[in-house]
C-alpha cells in the first residue's frame, strides 16, 4: 500500500540548517522518484524538490533553489531533505510524498503524516 | 512557471448536493492534472490522477474531466466526509505546481 514516515522537524533560527528524513514501507522504494511538498500555516501546497529513482536527477522550486537538497539512500529505503539559509518563509509542515508511476511523476499516491519545521529566532 | 487557478474560493453546499470545481492552467498542461483532498490536521489525499481517473479507493461519485487548460473536479451527491479542501496540481511541464484550493464547506 505505501507508508511514509517524516521525521527531523524543528524549530531553528534564521540561517540555521536542518535535516529532514522519510523512511518509507511497503513498496519498492527504488523504482520510485520521490518528492517534498511543503504547507505553510493556514496555506496551500508548495512543491519543494523532487528525485528521481536512481538519484541522476533532481528538480527544486525558485524558492529553495540553492538552499536546499534532496538525497534518497534506496539501501536504507530513505529520502532526505538538507536545509540550510533556513528563512522565516520556510516555516511550514513538509510532507514526503511518492510519485505515482514507476517511469514518471505525474501525481502523489501516497504522502507522509509531515513534519513541522519552525523557522524562528 | 504554469500557474493553477482554481474556483470558486469556498463552495458552500449541503450533503446530497452536486459540487463542481473548476481549476484553469495558464498553459496547456494536457491531461497532467491531479486533484487531491485535504482535511484538517491530515496529509492530502490522491483523489483524481491524469485528469480523469479515480484513485485507489476513492468512491465513484468523484469524477474528473477536462484537458489542455480547464478543468473539473465534480463530487455528484455529496457525502458529510467529502467537505474537505481540494487542490488541483499539474505536472505538465517543471515546476510542478498546485493551485491555492477550493474549500468546500457544509451550508
Known amino acids: 500500500e505505501g507508508q511514509l514516515l517524516e521525521s527531523g522537524g524543528d524549530l531553528v533560527q534564521p540561517g540555521g540548517s536542518l535535516r529532514l528524513s522519510c523512511t518509507a514501507s511497503e513498496f519498492t522504494f527504488s523504482s520510485y522518484a520521490m518528492s517534498w511538498v511543503r504547507q505553510a500555516p493556514g496555506k496551500g501546497l508548495e512543491w519543494v524538490s523532487v528525485v528521481s529513482p536512481n538519484s541522476g536527477t533532481t528538480y527544486y522550486a525558485d524558492s529553495v533553489e540553492g538552499r536546499f537538497t534532496i538525497s534518497r539512500d534506496n539501501s536504507k529505503n530513505t529520502l532526505y531533505l538538507q536545509m540550510n539559509s533556513l528563512r522565516g518563509e520556510d516555516t511550514a509542515v513538509y510532507y514526503c510524498?511518492?510519485?505515482?508511476?514507476?517511469?514518471?511523476?505525474?501525481?502523489?499516491?501516497?504522502w507522509g503524516q509531515g513534519t513541522l519545521v519552525t523557522v524562528s529566532s | 512557471e504554469i500557474v493553477l487557478t482554481q474556483s470558486p474560493a469556498t463552495l458552500s453546499l449541503s450533503p446530497g448536493e452536486r459540487a463542481t470545481l473548476s481549476c484553469r492552467a495558464s498553459q496547456t498542461v494536457s491531461n497532467y492534472l491531479a486533484w487531491y483532498q485535504q482535511k484538517p490536521g491530515q496529509a492530502p489525499r490522491l483523489v483524481i490522477y491524469d485528469a480523469s481517473n479515480r484513485a485507489t479507493g476513492i468512491p465513484a461519485r468523484f469524477s474528473g474531466s477536462g484537458s489542455g487548460t480547464d478543468f473539473t473536479l465534480t463530487i455528484s451527491s455529496l457525502e458529510p466526509e467529502d467537505f474537505a479542501v481540494y487542490y488541483c496540481q499539474q505536472r505538465g511541464n517543471w515546476p510542478l505546481t498546485f493551485g491555492q484550493g477550493t474549500r468546500l464547506e457544509i451550508k
Open positions: 510524498a511518492k510519485c505515482d508511476r514507476v517511469t514518471s511523476c505525474r501525481a502523489f499516491d501516497h
